[in-house]
């Protein structure tokens, strides 16, 4: 059946619903080349101004997923002949968010196979490919068998999810990027649930970000999101919880790709920031929870160096050298405050906009990143801070953009006389 791309636009522009048999050829046509860009670009328009119902956004993923090859970890056996959970966590994307790179690790560590394909930054949000390339040597395409491969003997595997998966997303994923279409929640749904039912886990768990630095600023809207994902989990038999977590301010005290490296490196070693270790213990147990190994504390692979070593061999098996110096930025900028008091904002946005324009993501299709930039925070919301003691570095190989991203920064931070104290890291958990 054939139609005609522009009727679908209007239809979706005034507010009509698609029928499956148009969902499945307008995805079915993007992925394969056949629709052009501008016209994917005003329908993605279209679905954010106007939405999909449960019905179009059940049909629209799985005419994602239909789009790719889809994977099956059933075979996976652990030394013993003993067959090997799965389970996978995705966040809806946030600043300073590096949970997943402690989180796979720390999970295999517990004896429950993590095959976590993950994607690059994303608007003003980090992408976990682009931290780990932060690692010399480290390589993020690998193919299926060597996939298959790692993670029978590591446990855990970070890299691309390669070509064959779910490719309408990918194309979309990269034109939402670029078309100020991203913050849409039957776009974002369909995107990341596409990929990962296509990755054949047998588990999921959703980190759904809430907050001025997530691409939902409201509960309400994250509820709804994280409700939509749990949905089309469910209805693909893969067993979905979602924790709703706090993304006003940024998560631990690095943003940018080698700074979220050697934060996580902290986190292995059994330090780290008290709110980045607090979310990756709960999404751990979430994790353990949905595959019935919810007796196991991951606390303990933590604290006894198990997970440190599953990095050390996660990082090794893709070619990175995981005891390298990381990069450093060749320019740093200290903002000092220039009064006493607590530090009373700390705005997620502002600063993982101030850490794009450093040089961290990126503005058109394709653009390098810069392993070296972002900013590093001296002080965390509500911590009290003395007049001339650094709050925040810049890190940037290109230090004329020191001025945009001190632009980005204006009013994202304020010191004053009131005590502040930060919200939940964890608020709701959706299942
Ligand atoms: N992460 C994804 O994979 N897709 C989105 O649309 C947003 C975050």
Redesign the pocket.
């Known amino acids: 059946m054939s139609f005609h791309m522009v009727e679908l636009i209007t239809a979706k522009r005034d507010g009509r619903r698609l029928t499956d048999e148009q969902i499945d050829w307008v995805i079915r046509g993007f992925a394969r080349g056949e629709v052009p860009d501008e016209q994917m670009s005003a329908l993605a328009m279209a679905v954010f101004f106007r939405g999909l119902d449960d019905a179009e956004l059940s049909r629209w993923t799985t005419a994602m997923i239909a789009s790719g090859e889809r994977l099956d970890f059933g075979e996976l056996r652990r030394a013993d002949g003993e067959p090997m959970p799965t389970v996978d966590k995705?966040s809806?994307?946030g600043v300073g968010d590096k949970v997943t790179l402690p989180l796979a690790p720390l999970v295999a560590a517990c004896g429950v196979a993590v095959p976590q394909l993950s994607?690059r930054g994303?608007g003003h949000t980090g992408g976990t490919l682009d931290k780990l390339e932060a690692i010399p040597g480290w390589r993020a395409e690998l193919t299926n068998d060597e996939l298959f491969a790692q993670l029978g003997e590591v446990g855990a595997v970070i890299c691309a999810a390669g070509a064959g998966l779910a490719p309408a997303d990918k194309r979309l994923?990269a034109l939402?990027d670029v078309t100020g279409t991203?913050e849409s929640i039957p776009?974002?749904a369909s995107?990341?649930m596409s990929?990962k039912i296509a990755e054949g886990t047998s588990a999921m768990v959703l980190d759904v970000k809430v907050g001025s630095g997530a691409?939902m600023a409201t509960e309400a809207r994250a509820r709804e999101l994280g409700a939509a994902m749990v949905r089309l989990g469910a209805d693909a038999g893969v067993p979905t919880t979602a924790l709703l977590t706090d993304m006003n301010t940024p998560l631990g005290r690095m943003v940018g790709n080698a700074l979220e490296v050697a934060e996580s490196v902290e986190v292995l070693a059994g330090g780290g920031p008290a709110d980045l270790v607090e979310l990756t213990l709960a999404l751990a147990r979430e994790m353990l929870t949905a595959v019935g190994r919810e007796a196991i504390d991951p606390a303990d692979a933590l604290a006894d160096g198990r997970a440190m070593d599953v990095w050390r061999r996660m990082i090794a098996a893709q070619g990175g050298d995981p005891t390298a110096e990381l990069p450093r930025a060749a320019h740093h900028h200290v903002v000092r405050a220039e009064t006493s008091g607590t530090l009373t904002t700390l705005d997620a946005r502002a600063v993982g906009v101030a850490s794009w324009r450093l040089g961290a993501g990126r503005s058109t299709q394709g653009e390098r990143v810069q392993a070296g930039a972002g900013i590093e925070l001296h002080r965390a919301l509500g911590e009290p801070v003395t007049a001339g003691d650094p709050v925040l570095t810049l890190h940037t190989d290109t230090p004329e953009r020191f001025e945009t991203a001190l632009a980005a920064l204006a009013g994202g931070w304020t010191v004053g006389p009131d005590e502040v104290t930060r919200g939940p890291v964890i608020i709701d958990r959706i299942s």
């Open positions: 995705h809806t994307g994607g994303l994923y939402r991203v776009l974002i995107s990341i990929k691409f």
